[in-house]
């Protein structure tokens, strides 16, 4: 009867027997000998862990715990931990330590790696030299350690010992919880801190140093640059070795000091030192509050004088100190010249404080109109030159006068006669016209 005619046995163990031809053994025919296996014989030969050779077993003690077996002294003693590589030893719940002389202590931690230890639960450990002893804790690179909870370590040589921190570079600190250190021997101290660089430090809570050689010691300050220092709570330095002492002050430049409260400065060598004091250029000191202290001020657009009734005026001290002085009028001052043919004369303005531009009319022979709409009126003098041309009249001399307007003060009146009374053009002729408005 052939194998595929016969019917197929459905709980066979492996005490049940197999027929096998064993071709190496020629005692019975040519072709090879006839024999009987156990099923139990086959699966040995096929599945090595069930025969003589085996590659697991279980650890020292520990439930379910499991270890490579090999010569190196290894051991998984937690319950459900694994061991595997060489010298590793998984002593926590769940645990895993593989590589070269790697521990896995925590529960359910994994080092991997060389001589790294995962001690926190949860941490993880790999690289070389790393350990990570903070619960949740990671650490990767070389000789790092995490001991903050939830902290990592990477790079070389770095260090994450605040809660959630995070140290990454080469000789870097994070001690603060939730701070950051990156770069080369920075330090991370302050909570939620953060230093960048090389050889920064970030000691206040919140605080930012980045640069070269930089320090933030105070909450939420901020140094950047090199050799700077923000020593003031919410402060900010930049630059080349300057300091923000005062608190929400800002220092920049070179060797330059912000020591007032709010104080600002930015230049080489000078100091703010008064409370909103600002400071911008060289080898200057300023201690003075709410004032501004400049070397050279070079100011690019001057407005005219506005409608408002009181103009004022800058002047200067023997100290360099910035003055105002409030005059008591507007001023209107102008040459103007008519031809004897009549219209509007031209004008050369010499002065014009009255926030307006005046417009000029030509209304009859000897009558002109000055508009000064939008100014804002006061008591109001006219004063009139007395240089002319006398050659259009026949009069034995000249007459010119202004006024305001009796009916619209805005309105200023010119006329120009003999002493007779005739009225002519033409003898404006540089002639002065000085308009004053009082405030």
Known sequence: MKLTDRIQYSAASQNDLIHIVVTGDTSQNPAGSSYKVSLGQVIALITPNSGNIQYWTSGSTGNFSLKTINDSGLDSTGNYSLAEGYTTFASGFTSHAEGGYTTALGDFSHAEGANTTAQGNTS?????L???????????????????????AEGGFTTASGAASHAEGYFTTASG??????????????????????????????????GQGTTASAPSSHAEGSGTTASGNQSHTEGLQTTSSGNQSHAGGHFSIASGLTSFVHGDNSIAGGTNTVVLGANITGNTANTTYVDRLNIKTVLTASTATTVTNLVIDSNGDLFKT????????ALLTQDQSGGTPTTTVLENTLGVIPVYTYNSIGH???????????????NMGNYGDTSPISGDYIVMRGYPSFSDITKIKIETSDNAGTFYDGILYNTAIDIRIYN
């Open 124 to 128: 993880h450990a790999e690289g070389y």
């Open 130 to 152: 790393s350990i990570a002893s903070g619960d949740y804790s990671h650490v990767e690179g070389l000789s790092t350690l995490a001991s903050g909870e939830a902290s990592h």
């Open 177 to 210: 919880a939730a701070s950051h250190a990156e770069g080369h021997n920075t330090i991370a101290i302050g909570p939620s801190g953060h230093a960048e660089g090389h050889n920064t430090i970030a000691i206040g809570a919140a605080s930012h140093a980045e």
């Open 326 to 333: 409030t005059t008591l009028y507007r001023v209107y001052t």
């Open 368 to 382: 002109i109109t000055i508009d000064l709409s939008g100014v804002t009126t006061g008591a109001t003098i006219v």
